[in-house]
């Protein structure tokens, strides 16, 4: 079986740099993502980690330790509208493509 | 590109009756569908994987007579909630896998439907 977690809620301030961790025990690791979901949306991609290492896409990076079955996600120049719950998910070798979702990270940030 | 719909948006019905929700791929191909539930405050609960001209694959404790699923084109999946009781109130969001991209975006999200069983 599967079991992601993350950490439930975090605060941050406005222009503050914020690290949301997801860790996972899974069986055949096939690669691991990120999402954004806005409340009453669906989620959006936001990143992806098959490697171990470090993926920078603008304000948001991953990384990824398969070794430790760590992931984060780094959240730089934080701006209000980055209030959101953000999801991390595995993909398991031979699922189908399947992903399985972790508890998801609600994220508020103030001024 | 890669926009996955969904109808209805929202959808209130009365416990006991049955509700359709639809999963369209727009400008692709889907030979794989996903339909997951996801209630308050949690995260999102694959419920199936429905395969095109095949039958669906459901998840353990997922009530396969309940939630009728039929993937009978390569741009349609449907979800039937049958005799629908306030439980079953979610919202339940499909995502579509492009056929023959094996890169990190291969799963598309619906905007998800929001049910309420009164």
Redesign the interface.
Known sequence: GQNIDQPTEMTATEGAIVQINCTYQTSGFNGLFWYQQHAGEAPTFLSYNVLDGLEEKGRFSSFLSRSKGYSYLLLKELQMKDSASYLCAVRRAGGGNKLTFGTGTQLKVEL | GAVVSQHPSWVICKSGTSVKIECRSLDFQAT?M?WYRQFP??????MA?SNEGSKA?YEQGVEKDKFLINHASLTLSTLTVTSAHPEDSS?Y?CSA?DRGWEG????Y????T?LTVT
């Not at chain 2, 405050?41 to 694959?46: A, T, Y």
């Not at chain 2, 999200?109 to 998800?112: D, E, R, T, Y």
């Open positions: 794989t996903f405050k949690q995260s999102l609960m694959l994987t694959t919202f969001i896998r990190p975006y291969e799963q999200f619906g905007p998800g929001r």
